[in-house]
């Protein structure tokens, strides 16, 4: 467990280890009982010790009346999940099995998003998928799983006796609360299997590798492998399929700004893909420009036929340039000019104004 709580910690567990081994379930009832009126969480603990004592229907009802009260408590969620998947393991005919496997991915699948961060929640959801021979989810929810570094317990070291004989069972020892050493029960293991990386595993990644382990005698490594190439994409994979595209060696983000180009383009710019909506508009207005201009041009040929004044060019040439609406034709000021110099001059003053 990541975040210790009221019902999830290493007390409840050695308490539940505690009365799975000697079988005292009415003493872990008559407690949880008590527990549950202050707190309603540990209803799921309680269900749990009458799953033990084959009370399953009164376990159940427990866990009923408690979700009504605090529907997305995760310990509950994950117990209900345990329980569906163990009933389906002893179900009689495969649709009741598949009945109850739906159950029980409907019950993890709630409790992983209750509980997001917990490791048990996304293992219940794993176990489940490989219950239903469903192995790609079950392999994609088995990489989601959130993995944490195994911490040892703070506790001393006893000196390890000469000889000792207990006549205690391997699955009576809780690896989480016993802290005496594994070398001497190494003699009950095949000496083949004790050079195994999973004897190091501790925790989480151990309890994930049993999940692993379980689809790999149920379907074969090899068919693991095929399974997991579909699912998945290995870094060595993607190495070598970027080597093989052929892109250039000296593409990076400064060259090339869209992912996938085969060629970099100029200050680094990505290739435009036209947009046809874009593409229609500036036809439109294309075509506009071009009306544009042809009526420039027939305004142009219009000024082209009235007419145009002669003037002196710099060399005494003349030049044809074109004449405003208001200016005056130099040949009626030519004309005004002459007729103005027929005329006859004004007549003398004979009498002269005196001085006064």
């Known amino acids: 467990m990541q975040v210790p709580n009221a019902v999830s910690n290493h007390l ?8 799975h081994t000697t079988g005292r379930y009415a003493s872990g009832i008559n407690l949880f009982e008590k527990l549950r009126a202050q707190n309603i969480e540990v209803a799921s603990l309680l269900a749990k010790v009458l799953f033990m004592g084959n009370e399953e229907v009164q376990g159940v009802r427990t866990l009923h009346e408690a979700l009504k009260q605090s529907p997305v408590d995760y310990v509950m969620l994950d117990t209900q999940a345990e329980f569906l998947l163990k009933k389906a393991e002893t179900a009689v005919t495969p649709d009741q099995k598949d009945e109850r496997l739906h159950m029980a991915l409907g019950c993890a699948d709630r409790s992983t998003i209750a509980a997001p961060s917990e490791f048990g929640t996304w293992a219940r959801l794993a176990e489940v998928y490989v219950a239903m021979e469903d192995w790609e989810n079950a392999l994609t929810t088995l990489n989601s799983c959130p993995m944490f570094t195994y911490q040892d317990k703070d506790s001393p070291v006893m000196p390890e006796p000469r000889d000792i004989y207990l006549p205690t069972l391997p699955e009576t020892r809780l690896d989480e609360i016993d802290s005496e050493p594994e070398s001497r029960y190494s003699e009950q293991v095949d000496p083949s299997l004790l050079n195994l990386r999973a004897a190091a595993y501790r925790g989480t990644f151990k309890h994930a590798y049993s999940i692993l382990t379980e ?3 149920k379907i074969g490594w090899d068919q693991l492998l095929k399974i997991r190439s579909n699912v998945f994409v290995m870094e060595d994979e993607y190495r070598e399929k970027q080597d093989t595209t052929g892109y250039p060696k000296n593409r990076n983000a400064s060259t090339d700004a869209l992912r996938g180009t085969p060629d970099p383009t100029t200050n680094g710019g990505a290739p435009e893909v036209e947009d046809p909506e874009e593409k229609d508009e500036a036809a439109e207005d294309e075509e506009k420009d071009d009306e544009e201009e042809e009526e420039d041009d027939e305004v142009e040929k219009a000024a082209d036929h009235e007419p145009r ?6 060399n005494g040439g003349a030049e044809n340039i074109e004449r405003p609406s208001s200016a005056v034709d130099p040949e009626l000021v030519k004309k005004d000019n002459e007729s103005v110099s027929q005329l006859p001059p004004p007549p003398l003053l004979h009498h002269t104004i005196p001085y006064p």
């Open 309 to 314: 004044a002669q003037t002196l060019a710099p």
């Open 12 to 19: 409840t567990t050695g308490l539940l280890k505690y009365f």
């Open 215 to 217: 689809m790999t005698s």
